[in-house]
């Protein structure tokens, strides 16, 4: 099993990127799919997750309104869609599937991590 992640890179503050996590190896049709990311000497964070169905998203504050998670069951991918980023955002992002325990903002919730993507945001 395999979360490819990609879309990472350097955007200038306001700009927007969109991040990708192909799945391969399992479907994860039945799976909450998140996002999680790590900036230099923090702590990994719960950025994003969705559902199985994508009847519901969750987010942390700090992106609410300008980051959207999304997916595809039938491409086995799930998306980000970060619109106005700002220097905070300046992480390696993380994709995460198939939360088998606790909350979906749990880190050691998730079997499967992708291997992540840079994002550098100028200001």
């Known amino acids: 099993v395999q979360l490819q992640a990609s879309g990472g890179g350097l955007v200038q503050a306001g700009g927007s990127l969109r991040l990708s996590c192909a799945a391969s190896?399992?479907?994860?049709?039945?799976?909450?799919m998140a996002w999680f990311r790590q900036a230099p000497g923090k702590e990994r964070e719960f950025v994003a997750a969705?559902?199985?169905?994508?009847?519901?998203?969750y987010y942390v504050d700090s992106v609410k309104g300008r980051f959207t998670i999304s997916r595809d069951n039938a491409k086995n991918t799930v998306y980000l869609q970060m619109n106005s980023l700002e220097p905070e955002d300046a992480a390696v992002y993380y994709c995460?599937?198939?939360?088998?325990?606790?909350?979906?903002?749990?880190?050691?919730?998730?079997?499967?991590w992708g291997q992540g993507t840079q994002v550098t945001v100028s200001s």
């Open positions: 995460a599937a198939d939360l088998a325990r606790g909350s979906y903002r749990y880190t050691g919730g998730y079997n499967y």
């Open positions: 190896g399992r479907t994860f049709s039945s799976d909450v």
């Open positions: 969705i559902s199985r169905s994508a009847g519901n998203t």
